[in-house]
């Protein structure tokens, strides 16, 4: 096996991973990246429909706040343009359509006053979380011994029924997992990494953008201008950190390094072996921060029809098997493409259809909100994230009761030689590409602080065991 | 590597593994077993003290209805004896240690009655659930959305605050992870399994046997019987399962065969890599069955000393960083061995130790409760089933919130030519040794239902690929 000597390596070459190489280019350091996939990007991936449309499949939105995102955006010559908020969104609820614009959906004042109300408190209740250790909030264990779905389940949360259909709807399409697995603590994490759960629900108040090209090629021009520093289909197996450097040995390559940064999500960090083996509480917390199901379709049309009907595309759809819909045309306009979800169970009991049966109950989903013309796209795109073998799902990992309590405290902790990043380790914008990025910087800010008092000449050298 | 065929290949070698391949035994059909580490056993583990006592230091007690365990033991020659309770059992609440006989701690007559109601209803709610589907409980998703931890700190279940400490204590204990991890549907299957918490939190009524030469040497004998079908240090990375068989690729092996069983806990079977993917049910129940955290030490002395004062060496001390302890002297009664515990938060904080720290500690507190004599043991053996590669914690993965409503279905669902074994997967004497052998054995059955219709020729066979 090739062996290269390097003073980082990066483990992973999604946007945390990215970021960090970026953020040492220029620091005179070596660095070599090493990624699973035949890809970059890692949750985030461009995928190419049979009529040559290329749609991101995985994180695609930039918002308000996103400063690195949109930096890189500039730094890499990618335009962005606001989300088409144009028209009527449809909230769908016992089989009737009911159009609305804006943030609000059309249900009965009783029913917004109750989700409004449940909102403010889940937000008042994130902000009293200290960023950097939630799990040192006053009621933290409180909040961590109970689920985001028994929360929700509490008359005296949540009173009305069609606030709960919503807000379960919403918790769901949040995490990708069934709102009972998710920690209150956890969730609080979520909305308080963006000041409010309303930054993740509402487009307009994010002010959501898409990237011309898709967030992705982002990810392929940053790893572009980095050159052969970045390794692909090396996945990684085996971290053995014992001696005065540390060695990482992946299927293609082995590299011994000053410092590893492993930018993967929780699940596949938890899947390497490390030698000696890491302190319980770092592993156990990688074992059990775990990622949603979410299986996600992209249908083109020759053209956005739903426009002509002054529908935004927007829609939500509790109870349905494909509860969420969003306009994904590109900036040209054309084709129109609809991007439309399926999560957690909703996305099991579809996984294990035969793909045949699973579009035709897809598409049937998606003309009771657009009509017939829905069930005719000239293509048709699947991305199951939980068959993805290097996410393993999607698209953030929640935090399961009991987890920020008990094993919070390594998501960060440098153990070693070893860092962490990833945005399940992001205080702001957590779960989101921005976070991501913030989490691969942060983690570099780690390894010079430690480095530079280590300086040594760099360049490229053979490694002999 | 080496390839060969097989009519099963059975993947992992403790006792669901092993018991799966005697019931095959006899029935013509070749099996392979691939190992990932360098011992049968799994979570029974018999290590060597360096006085040369060998101790059991990881499943080692029998107990009332578990047949097939008693059973193995008649058929291989391995005597059985009861656990001794002569003397007083040690209950160290406040600093203070409490002597009490039977299964009744010294606590309060407020407090007893409130941990028996506790219990009483705990196991009322258990006995509803159907064994072969739990999820299917009419409470089921009320239960599986609040945890275990939340329903401890309720005051209308558990109004005394002693009574809440041992049970919390108690607790830790069975899942070796903070009760607020786990699901009170999922903390339910296991009492469920032995037919009441008792079965596994009262000695007495389990009628609690250690085996003679330690439970681990009845693994070893089984698999001697097994002669190579047994392949050691065979780490199992992949399962291709695409075509008319199955082949399932170990670091040291390449197995084809008509069906495989996968024996192993399941994070570890959620780190083999199937081709294609698992339905996502399956892979995401893999990833979220999570083991606890247990350090146990056994500390050997010249003789059971404790016995002379009239102790059993049996005790509980919540709040103290290794808050259990039991008698395991061999049949001969020399040396005297103590088993001492450290579980979930208690274990994550000694882990993070250097070894000399976390030994004074241990001992420390053992002092505490068998005086200054228990500071001068003989040998020390530490085991942190968290640092085993072919454990990652222990002793039973609990099921977290959510868990089962939604994946549980999948845990015992034969996919295609896979079959799944292993305590978790058991409905009787889920978590036991008792249970691990029946899932084995109900695996088997799933197999040969669906073989005997194909009865082929066997012995040994070339794979030529």
New interface residues.
């Given amino acids: 096996m090739a062996r290269v000597q390097a003073d980082v390596c990066v483990v992973g070459a999604g946007f945390a991973g990215l970021a960090a190489v970026r953020r040492l280019a220029g620091t005179g350091r070596e660095v070599v990246v090493l990624e699973a996939g035949d890809r970059v990007g890692g949750r985030v991936w461009n995928r190419e429909l049979p009529d040559g449309t290329v749609v991101s499949a995985g994180g695609t939105w930039l918002g308000k706040g996103q400063e690195r995102m949109f930096r890189l955006c500039r730094e890499l010559g990618l335009a962005v343009y606001p989300q088409d908020e144009r028209g009527d969104h449809i909230l769908r609820l016992d089989g009737v359509n009911h159009r609305y614009r804006g943030g609000v959906p059309k249900a009965g004042p009783g029913a917004l006053a109750a989700l409004g109300l449940a909102f403010a408190r889940l937000n008042l209740m994130a902000r009293q979380l200290p960023a950097d250790a939630p799990w040192r909030a006053r009621n933290a264990?409180?909040w961590?011994?109970?689920?985001l779905?028994?929360w929700l389940?509490d008359l005296l949360n949540v009173p009305s029924s069609t606030a709960y259909t919503l807000l379960h709807s919403t918790m769901n399409l949040l995490f990708c997992?069934?709102?009972?697995?998710?920690s209150l603590l956890g969730a609080l994490v979520l909305a308080r990494g963006g000041g409010g759960f309303g930054y993740y629900t509402d487009t307009r108040k994010t002010e959501s953008h898409l990237v011309d090209g898709g967030a992705p090629e982002l990810a392929r021009r940053m790893a572009e201008q980095l050159g052969d520093a970045v390794r692909l289909s090396s996945p990684v197996r085996q971290i053995v950190h014992d001696g005065g450097d540390v060695q990482i040995l992946s299927d293609a390559l082995a590299v011994r390094a000053q410092r590893v940064i492993v930018a993967t999500p929780p699940?596949l960090a938890g899947?390497i072996?490390f030698d000696?083996?890491l302190?319980?509480?770092h592993?156990?917390l990688r074992?059990?921060v775990?990622?949603g199901?979410i299986i996600r379709v992209h249908a083109t049309y020759p053209e956005p029809f739903w426009r002509r009907r002054h529908l935004s595309g927007q829609t939500l759809a509790p109870g349905s098997p494909v509860p969420g819909t969003i306009d994904q045309t590109p900036r040209s306009g054309l084709p129109g493409v609809l991007s439309s979800y399926a999560f957690?169970?909703g996305?099991?009991r579809l996984?294990?259809l035969d793909p045949q049966q699973r579009k035709e109950i897809w598409l049937a989903a998606l003309a009771e909100r657009f009509g017939p013309q829905a069930r005719r796209p000239t293509g048709y795109l699947e991305t199951?994230w939980?068959?993805q073998?290097w996410s393993?799902?999607g698209m953030v990992g929640h935090f399961?009761?009991?987890?920020l309590?008990?094993?919070g405290s390594a998501l960060r902790e440098p153990l070693g030689r070893i860092h962490w990043a990833g945005t399940e380790s992001a205080t702001l914008m957590h779960g989101l590409m921005e976070g991501s990025v913030r989490s691969g910087e942060r983690a570099v800010d780690e390894v010079l602080a430690v480095l530079s008092s280590s300086r040594r000449p760099t360049g490229a050298r053979g490694w002999a065991r």
Same sequence: chains 1, 2.
């Fill in positions: 264990r409180q961590d011994s109970r689920t779905g028994q389940a997992a069934d709102p009972a697995e998710v699940v899947r072996r000696p083996p302190p319980a509480v592993s156990h074992q059990r775990a990622p199901a957690a169970a996305a099991l996984g294990r199951d939980s068959a073998p393993l799902g399961p009761p009991g987890v309590t008990n094993y």
